[in-house]
């Protein structure tokens, strides 16, 4: 608990995140989706991890510099991935 209350915008945010996602997978048998739910929580993950790597990364610190904007840019991926696959 401390932990999490000591990094409040984090443990907010990722509640957020955690809620759209399982928005999503109810959305994914809604919209009869062609990618299961198995396969979205691994596309997350995948997603998630390759993002962290390029986070450590000092190459793309160097080249790019603004951690906030890939993280904002991989979650708003993520979250929209089932109704993009499901129109298509």
Do not use: C
Not at 10 to 18: A, N, P, Q, S, Y
Not at 34 to 47: G, N
């Amino acid at each position: 608990m401390l932990y999490n209350m000591l990094n409040s915008n984090r443990t907010i945010l990722l509640h957020i995140i955690e809620e759209r996602l399982t928005n999503n997978e109810k959305n994914l048998k809604f919209l009869d989706s062609a990618m299961s739910i198995r396969d979205y929580l691994s596309y997350i993950w995948t997603v998630t991890y390759g993002a962290s790597l390029l986070l450590n990364s000092t190459h793309y610190q160097k080249s790019i510099g603004s951690r906030e904007r890939l993280i904002k840019l991989y979650v708003n991926q993520a979250l929209m991935t089932p109704d993009k696959i499901s129109s298509l």
